[in-house]
């Protein structure tokens, strides 16, 4: 079983970018997304609820971040706009089988993927 994160980059404040994460392996119903900058600690992003197809984001995040799943290809993206200096992080990947209410916890989630690079210039 693998997570496969992809997507990151380097952009300008205000520029888009869309992280992808592949599942293979086997499939999931819950997935998430962190963030780990530099002298901070990992911070929960979004979290996507496949029972119920709903969304959760950190306040943080909430209006410029989308987290969507697409079934056919068993990958979860994270469209991300209006991106902000403060975004810079790597950001990971993250999926569990059953929904918990403490879903912004990481050590919730089993499985991990191996993170991708987002750094935005001001």
């Known amino acids: 079983v693998q997570l496969q994160a992809s997507g990151g980059g380097l952009v300008q404040a205000g520029d888009s970018l869309r992280l992808s994460c592949a599942a293979s392996?086997?499939?999931?119903?819950?997935y998430a997304w962190f963030r780990h900058a530099p002298g901070k600690e990992r911070e929960f992003v979004a979290a996507?609820?496949?029972?119920?197809?709903?969304?959760y984001y950190s306040d943080s995040v909430k209006g410029r971040f989308t987290i969507t799943r697409d079934n056919a290809r068993n990958t979860v993206h994270l469209q991300m706009n209006s991106l902000k200096p403060e975004d810079t992080a790597v950001y990971y990947c993250?999926?569990?089988?059953?929904?918990?209410?403490?879903?912004?916890?990481?050590?919730?989630?089993?499985?991990w993927g191996q993170g991708t690079q987002v750094t935005v210039s001001s």
């Open positions: 993250a999926a569990r089988d059953i929904w918990v209410v403490t879903y912004w916890q990481g050590s919730q989630y089993s499985h």
């Open positions: 392996g086997r499939t999931f119903d819950n």
């Open positions: 996507f609820r496949g029972s119920m197809n709903r969304a």
